[in-house]
Nanobody
Framework: QVQLVESGGGLVQPGGSLRLSCAASGTIFSINAMGWYRQAPGKERELVANITSGGNTNYADSVKGRFTISGNNAKTLYLQMTSLKPEDTAVYYC???????????????WGQGTQVTVSS
């Protein structure tokens, strides 16, 4: 199995910055992509940013220019968040699309989430 552990969440004022980390462990043969998702109260979980094993990145329009995703090959994923807004408040989840062996299908794994609250 794959375990994903997020850290770095917390309370920050509008305009502030936070850096989230996600450490992947377990019997991992390969990781196709990793990403960050978030879920605000009463809303569906949404993609924030992801990065492929080839280094290609993708961002939600709402975070472009403010958030930067990095990592992946080292099984550690980061999300640098700047110019934070109250609407960024959510539980942020780490996701990995990974294989447990050479003949295994790619499966999706989730961390437990870390709370980010942007408020004055």
């Amino acid at each position: 199995q794959v375990q994903l552990v997020e850290s770095g969440g917390g309370l920050v004022q509008p305009g502030g910055s936070l850096r989230l980390s996600c450490a992947a462990s377990g019997t991992i043969f390969s990781i196709n992509a990793m990403g960050w998702y978030r879920q605000a109260p009463g809303k569906e979980r949404e993609l924030v940013a992801n990065i492929t094993s080839g280094g290609n990145t993708n961002y939600a329009d709402s975070v472009k220019g403010r958030f930067t995703i990095s990592g992946n090959n080292a099984k550690t994923l980061y999300l640098q968040m700047t110019s934070l807004k109250p609407e960024d408040t959510a539980v942020y989840y780490c996701n990995a699309a990974a294989r447990l062996g050479p003949t295994h299908y790619v499966a999706s794994y989730w961390g437990q989430g870390t709370q980010v609250t942007v408020s004055s």
